[in-house]
């Protein structure tokens, strides 16, 4: 029987959230630290891994004035993220990386 109310269409248009797997692996951003002067902006995107388990985090740069691209400015296999800028415009951010003494822990 098909839809007798032309207000309500017959067929949804897909998004991400359809389908379970396409909503995970859209990126998360989170964290949003402008520098000093205004001319940076820094942001941590979470992505799914490869094997699509757990969830990686890197620092981005993006131009706040919107004229360049977006840039990754971190990258481990554990990821990154907190970033804050220092009054000079230094980038501090922490880290999951391990020890190279005990890369176990």
Do not use: C
């Amino acid at each position: 029987m098909a839809n007798q109310n032309p207000a309500i269409p017959d067929e949804q248009p897909l998004t991400p959230f359809h389908d379970l797997d396409h909503y995970l692996s859209i990126p998360r951003v989170s964290g949003l630290a402008l520098s000093p002067d205004g001319s940076r902006l820094v942001t941590t995107v979470a992505t799914l891994n490869g094997k699509g388990t757990e969830f990686a985090t890197a620092l981005w740069e993006l131009d706040p004035a919107g004229q360049k691209r977006a840039r990754r400015i971190t990258r481990s296999a554990k990821g990154e993220a907190g970033a804050a800028f220092a009054a000079n415009g230094d980038v501090y951010f922490t880290s999951a990386r391990p020890d190279p003494d005990s890369p176990d822990e």
